[in-house]
């Protein structure tokens, strides 16, 4: 089984490691997961590795958030891959900070990388893995605030939540979505 895993993210050196990029951050320790590196390619970097009966086709859209529908598009048809098997991997504000939430399909709840997804596949039901970012900010700071960095206690907390990222993408893939839900759906740090 093929399989094309999406991390959401803006290229660039000044988007690096920020909350926005939570996408790519999981990309990146996927890849790594599975022996796999990343290569330039039309509209994204593509890594290719495999996990068991697997295989993951990892790309990071080089187009920019608001245009990554056109990197998925691409990939889904150049590598034959029906829409229940992409996972898009995105970052949430409506979730604190640790929480990770699969699902089969939904909303794009605002977030215009899924949107202009939705608007490409011409359907919101495809799996995605939510990551909290929280929302600790003041009204009219949105913007800044996913494009800001982790604070000193979110990166020290990272490699667990990526850990957590990287099993969630692996058993959907492995063993479904439905069953992966219940086991990865939840807050990784009770404390804030």
């Known amino acids: 089984m093929k399989y094309l895993v999406v991390g959401l993210g803006n290229v660039g050196a000044e988007y690096a490691s920020t909350r926005h990029n939570m996408g790519f951050m999981v990309a990146d320790c996927l890849a ?4 796999a590196s990343f290569s330039v390619a039309r509209y994204a970097a593509v890594a290719k590795g495999r996990i068991k009966n697997a295989e993951l086709i990892i790309i990071k859209p080089s187009t920019y958030m608001n245009l990554s529908g056109d990197a998925v598009r691409y990939w889904m048809t150049e590598e034959k891959i029906p829409i229940e098997r992409i996972r898009v991997i995105v970052d949430d504000l409506a979730l604190p900070f640790g929480e990770i939430r699969l699902r ?5 709840a605002g977030h215009n990388g899924l949107k202009h997804i939705e608007q490409q596949l011409g359907s919101r039901n495809y799996p995605r893995l939510r990551m909290g970012i929280g929302h600790d900010f003041n009204r009219g700071e949105q913007i ?3 494009l800001g960095h982790f604070s000193d206690l979110e990166n020290a907390r990272m490699p667990i939540l990526l850990e957590a990222a990287v099993s ?9 979505v439905a069953r992966s839900m219940n086991k990865h759906n939840k807050q990784l740090f009770l404390e804030p």
């Open 32 to 35: 790594e997961e599975v022996k």
């Open 104 to 108: 089969a399909g939904g909303s794009a």
């Open 144 to 146: 800044d605030y996913v």
């Open 168 to 176: 969630a993408i692996v058993d959907s893939c492995l063993e479904g």
